[in-house]
């Protein structure tokens, strides 16, 4: 051993310092992060771990190489879904060093879905072209009814939305009758539904406000509401609409065309509807004020019949004007009594009438006779693309068999090969004693030239 460290030590410089691990470590690390500025790594999640301490560690990879990486509590915290293995992300990050183990990693700020670039491109796209259409002028927008009579909902009937609504509304005013016109809120089948249950509210005629919306999520999940479809349904839609949809910082489309923005569903309940308390207090203040003023009428009263009571003659002859008057106003009264019957009975007449032209029956009868008739159109207009379908394709095929060298073989002519196998289209391609190919429609001929005869 001793021998080996004698061989050795003439190799190293006498007065060449030596560093640390931990020193060449820190120094590796410093250079790292002045070399590199904030970067985007995009790439696959594996190895995902989350301790105690609320910080993220994965390893982000593609198809030849992976790199270890670390977003701490005070970056994560802002985002809304926790990825999970295999996800595809974009990550914001900086170039570092871990010095404890040599080895480099990127330091997170921020992570998003890879696919979420794409969306909010086809945000911006859209928006920009509904707004350049005029969908966002405030002259379109309509007023909210002061006091809503019939509140429709448009939104899942299974999810916290539709719950946060009616207990805003049970809390704040529960006399509101409310209309739920469930759909799906995300999912590719989510923006037709969601433009048939607007469609639907309007044909009711029973709402004179919506709510259009649904609890937070990520972009995909709010992205039925960033649909062109669902944008113009809003647009053309006669009843004055409030889009609440996700949370105060999630913007959609349906925001920008509805008449109004809520930040949540909870926030549009709280705007449609009326404070109970504050209309009792309205009421209790309003009673006061007619206890004041009948009491105020009662004391005039009292003082004029004080006054009246002075001034009183003989109280026989005011008796004998008051009995007449009193029986005049009797044969009056009946007889106000007897006209205003009438009156009511013709009313409740009209009443009951109206209500048999508005019964339930009637109604879906209508709507099932519309329904029976827009099935058969539908079922007549896929036969009749069928068939338009049907005639193209032969057609085509027609057109194909024309121009196929197959249907020119049928009719007896024959295609010959040379001897490289190219198509002979002049007798000045191959000499004499050639071997040649001959296709027929039915096999091949092998023949050899003998004679070319080129006029």
């Not at 039925?224 to 809003?234: H, I, M, P, S």
């Not at 159109?377 to 085509?396: D, G, I, M, S, V």
Request: proline letters at 4%; hydrophobic letters at 35%; a positive charge.
């Amino acid at each position: 051993m001793s021998l080996m460290l004698n061989e050795f030590t003439p190799q190293i410089p006498v007065k060449q310092p030596t560093i640390s691990v931990s020193e060449l470590n820190r120094q590796a690390r410093t250079l790292l992060e002045r070399s590199f500025l904030t970067i985007l790594v995009e790439g696959e999640i594996s190895n995902f771990v989350r301790p105690s301490s609320g910080h993220w560690y994965f390893t982000l990879k593609d198809s030849k190489a992976q790199v270890r990486c670390a977003m701490f509590k005070n970056r994560n915290f802002q985002i809304r879904n926790q990825p999970q293995n295999g996800d595809r992300v974009i990550v914001k990050a900086k170039v570092s060093l871990y010095e404890g183990r040599g080895e480099y990693q990127l330091i997170c700020e921020h992570l998003e879905s890879a696919g979420s670039g794409a969306l909010q491109v086809a945000f911006e796209e859209l928006k920009l072209k509904l707004q350049k259409e005029g969908l966002f002028e405030t002259g379109h927008k309509k007023p909210l009814p002061k006091q809503p009579r019939h509140l429709g909902i448009v939104t899942s009937a299974t999810g916290a939305a539709v719950h946060d609504i009616l207990t805003v509304l049970k809390r704040r005013f529960p006399g509101l009758p409310v209309t739920i016109y469930p759909t799906a809120v995300q999912g590719e089948d989510a923006p037709e539904q969601i433009c048939r249950s607007i469609i639907l509210a309007e044909a009711h005629q029973e709402c004179d406000v919506l709510i259009v919306g649904r609890g937070g999520g990520s972009l995909e999940d709010l992205w039925a509401f960033n649909d062109e479809r669902v944008a113009r349904t809003l647009f053309d839609c006669e009843i004055p609409v409030i889009s609440a949809v996700g949370h105060e910082v999630d913007v959609v489309i349906s925001d920008f065309i509805a008449d109004v923005r809520a930040p949540t569903p909870s926030a549009a309940a709280e705007l449609i509807s009326p404070d109970q308390h504050q209309l009792k207090l309205r009421v209790k203040q309003l009673e006061e004020r007619l206890l004041r003023c009948i009491k105020l009428r009662i004391d005039r009263s009292e003082a004029l019949v004080s006054h009246l009571k002075s001034r009183l003659r003989h109280p026989g002859q005011k008796l004998r004007e008051q009995a007449q008057q009193l029986d005049n106003l009797e044969l009056r009264l009946h007889k106000s009594i007897n006209h205003n019957l009438f009156l009511k009975s013709q009313k409740y007449t009209d009443l009951s009438n109206r209500l048999k032209a508005q019964s339930p029956a009637q109604l879906l009868q209508r709507q099932k006779e519309r329904s029976n008739n827009l099935h058969a159109r539908l079922t007549q207009a896929t036969l009749t693309l069928l068939k338009q379908n049907k005639l193209k394709l032969e057609a085509l095929m027609h057109q194909l068999n024309t121009v196929s060298p197959l249907a020119t073989l049928e009719r007896g002519y024959a295609i010959v090969k040379g001897p490289e196998g190219n198509v002979l289209l002049d007798a000045s391609e191959v000499a004499e004693g050639d071997q040649v190919e001959t296709q027929l429609r039915q096999g091949r001929i092998q023949s050899r030239i003998e004679k070319i005869i080129t006029d």
